[in-house]
Nanobody, 124 residues
């Protein structure tokens, strides 16, 4: 059973940085693609960043390019999302995803396993 547990969220002021962590159990992250998504109430879940250890094919949403960075810690079986120069519009519940099924790196339907989510709030 694959389980994903997010941590590191919270409330910050605009312009500051925050790092989210996602601890993965039941599967090794050196195989397969992982991703971060975010969602606000009443809106669709948006793909933010995706990574695969086997090649250099990262993917980022246009809204976060140059500010957010996804990375892996293989020994810790953990995926990170480093968020810099945060904006109020980055406020959302952030979710970690795994179990990529090959239909689009930042598509919600492409991932089988999800964490419970963690709140990030950015104030102006």
């Amino acid at each position: 059973q694959v389980q994903l547990v997010e941590s590191g969220g919270g409330s910050v002021q605009a312009g500051r940085s925050l790092r989210l962590s996602c601890a993965v159990s039941g599967s090794t992250i050196d195989r397969g693609r992982l991703a971060w998504f975010r969602q606000n109430p009443g809106k669709e879940r948006e793909g933010v960043a995706s990574i695969y250890n086997g090649n250099a094919q990262h993917a980022y949403a246009d809204s976060v390019k140059g500010r957010f960075y996804i990375s892996l810690d293989i020994p810790k079986n953990t995926v990170y999302l480093e968020m810099r120069s945060l904006k109020p519009e980055d406020t959302a519940m952030y979710y970690c995803a795994a179990g990529y099924a090959g239909t689009g790196y930042l598509r919600q339907s492409a991932y089988r396993y999800w964490g419970q989510g963690i709140q990030v709030t950015v104030s102006s």
